[in-house]
């Protein structure tokens, strides 16, 4: 269904290689403006409240760039607050919720609604070509008033949306795809998730096993230095694995012989659009 909405064939096989949490910092704006403009990267996400944002969406301009939506702030010493002053959005120092546990059991979801809202429109008024949106953390589709924002949201700027795979999203009576369709969103067929494998090796495995229709598989670069290290003590070395990866030649060349076309969100918005 969805290869049709996109006026290719059912054998197709298109691939979106998103780099999440642009803005988080600078050294993560460059491993995305390289991944993109040198690699294999064909869309990203932008953390909008985060400090290095404005810097991302200029950096950027012009490329298909997605809304992360981003309700945490996660790492010690270096954090963020809302756009908006909804209560329920701050912890008692006034940021972000620093887990996804403490956001799920505290999340106001009208505050976030208005949260939501005030980063797309941020983003628009940046001058970002908003493709898609997805979620920092998943937070907006681990609660079912959650997940109803997200896709209203998503109808109301007509957007697509990133689908996480069906043993998070798929829960009792809440099907979140059925819920996608109902409010007419595209959203891949499928998505490789990676997080936190290195996502050179799941690639190097997954490309040549890829099915018919669209795929999405996200990474998190950023550049090493004292500015990742200073802000990310846990992961640091992922995110400088993931910046190599989207660079590197042994993937690009496995993706030209794996007969598989990269496409970005854009794709799938103008298509929704369309119809």
């Given at each position: 269904m969805?290869l ?6 059912s054998d197709?096989k298109?691939?979106?290689i998103?780099?999440d949490?642009a803005?988080v910092?600078?050294a993560a ?5 390289r991944a993109m403009t040198y690699?294999?990267a ?12 404005a ?6 301009v ?5 809304v992360h939506?981003?309700?945490t702030s996660?790492?010690?010493g270096?954090?963020w607050?809302?756009l908006?002053?909804g209560?329920?959005l701050?912890?008692?120092d006034g940021f ?5 546990r403490?956001?799920?059991s505290?999340?106001n979801a ?9 980063q797309?429109e941020?983003?628009l008024a ?10 920092h953390?998943n ?8 997940s109803?924002?997200y ?7 007509r957007?697509p949306v990133?689908m ?8 009792g ?6 819920q996608?369709s109902?409010?007419?969103l595209l ?5 490789i998730?990676?997080?936190?494998r290195r996502t050179r090796?799941?690639?190097l ?9 669209v ?8 550049l ?5 290290r ?5 992961h640091?070395d992922?995110?400088?694995h993931d910046?190599?990866c989207?660079?590197d ?5 496995l ?7 990269c496409i ?9 659009r369309?119809?």
């Amino acid at each position: 269904m969805l290869l049709r909405q996109l006026g290719r064939h059912s054998d197709n096989k298109l691939l979106i290689i998103n780099c999440d949490d642009a803005g988080v910092s600078h050294a993560a704006n460059v491993a995305t403006f390289r991944a993109m403009t040198y690699g294999v990267a064909t869309s990203a996400s932008l953390m909008v409240p985060c400090p290095w944002a404005a810097e991302a969406a200029r950096m950027l301009v012009g490329r298909p760039i997605g809304v992360h939506l981003t309700m945490t702030s996660e790492y010690h010493g270096y954090r963020w607050r809302g756009l908006t002053r909804g209560a329920s959005l701050h912890d008692a120092d006034g940021f972000l919720h620093m887990t996804t546990r403490s956001a799920i059991s505290r999340l106001n979801a009208e505050h976030v609604r208005d949260e939501c809202r005030a980063q797309i429109e941020t983003a628009l008024a940046w001058g970002v070509d908003v493709t898609h949106l997805d979620a920092h953390m998943n937070i907006m589709q681990l609660r079912d008033d959650l997940s109803e924002v997200y896709f209203g949201l998503a109808a109301e700027f007509r957007l697509p949306v990133r689908m996480l795979p069906e043993h998070i999203t798929d829960r009792g009576p809440y099907i979140a795809r059925k819920q996608a369709s109902a409010n007419m969103l595209l959203c891949p067929d499928r998505i490789i998730y990676p997080w936190p494998r290195r996502t050179r090796d799941v690639l190097l495995t997954e490309i040549p096993l890829l099915r018919p229709g669209v795929t999405e598989v996200f990474a998190h670069p950023v550049l090493d230095g004292e500015e990742l290290r200073g802000y990310d003590q846990s992961h640091a070395d992922i995110r400088v694995h993931d910046a190599a990866c989207l660079l590197d030649t042994e993937v690009a060349n496995l993706l030209k012989i794996s007969d598989i076309e990269c496409i970005s969100f854009r794709e799938l918005r103008d298509a929704q659009r369309s119809a």
